[in-house]
């Protein structure tokens, strides 16, 4: 393995002095490395790839240097716009470096088990770089030439002034996980949930963002005997739940639609908050445990933003805050109650059962028992 401490260094070596990015389990460790020995404006968690690279392409323009955008290959989406538009050779020619998690990757022409959200994009990584004309290489666990190729990809950056990406296979790199910050909440996130849909009507249309609140709602709703998939567990497309909930909202104005949120999600697409503020039969419950929870732990700006003032600047008619499991049911009815657009903020720790299973099943047939179960008819 390629101790991640290391890896930094050899970066830094080679005059990357500048960290952007969005956290990626497969990175954990070299996430860990960069929360602990670099500067906070030297190393940023950004609120989308997208958004990164753009912190990147800052940072060349200021200094001449080249910096490093780090995201799982499902983000790399989000950096095409200014992967294309910006940084590229053919605009503003901006040399970066891209460290990107390969989720769902291939190996000899066969595709590693992951989850479903990570086959398609596992698929066409290497693919998808070379027709965005990005010169990249494979780090693996047993490389022996780390050092040279770290030297030559940084060479091409710079000598071409273009992007350049080291794609990181699972299990590449070893070190310390990320150290859990103190929460100032003791409610954990599995118990609000459990407070939000006892609060909810039986007739409520439930949107769950991706990672543990899905997998938390979903465990919840077995325990109750209940149809799991009644909920859309939203995988993969991590900050568009609420767009998603949104969109069900518009065309089913009879129903209660709740979306559960959570603040990374939140903080990645943000300005939805516009959209789904004028939906009068909207509820938006926002878990917030100020952490990246789902992919190691990493921090999120989240305990730092007023959410509630920001909802209500985005239109919602009504927002409320709950810290404590007595207040959540309460919120909950409030919102209801009210009839018009309403957002609800819970904060909660950053821990999580370590036996939290996955939902079974596959997302097509997820989608099929949740259309069924609004009266969709499908044919």
Known sequence: MIDANAFLALLQSHGVGFFAGVPDS?????????LETVPADRHIIAANEGSALALVAGYHLATGAVGCAYMQNSGLTNAISPLTSLLDAEVYSVPALLVIGWRGEMVAGKQLKDEPQHAKMGRI????????????????AEAEDVAECVERILACARTQSRPVALVVRQGTFSGD??????????????EALAAVIGALPDDAVVVSTTGKVSRELYELRVARGEQPYGDFLTVGSMGHALQIASGVALARPEKTVVCIDGDGALIMHMGGLATSAALPN???????NGAHESVGGQPTNGFLIDMPGLARACGYAAAWRACEAGEVARVIAQALSARRSSFVEIRTSATSRHDLSRPKGSPREAKRVFMHRIGVVQE
């Not at 909207?282 to 917030?288: A, D, F, G, K, S």
Request: charged share 10%; net charge negative; with cysteine.
């Open 177 to 190: 996980a990320v150290a859990t910050t103190a929460s100032p909440c003791a409610l954990t996130r599995e």
């Open 125 to 140: 990584t290497l693919d998808l770089l070379s027709c965005l004309e990005i010169p990249h290489a494979v780090l693996h």
């Open 282 to 288: 909207l509820v938006h419950i926002v878990m917030n």
């Open 26 to 34: 497969l990175l954990s460790p070299l996430s860990a490395q960069l």
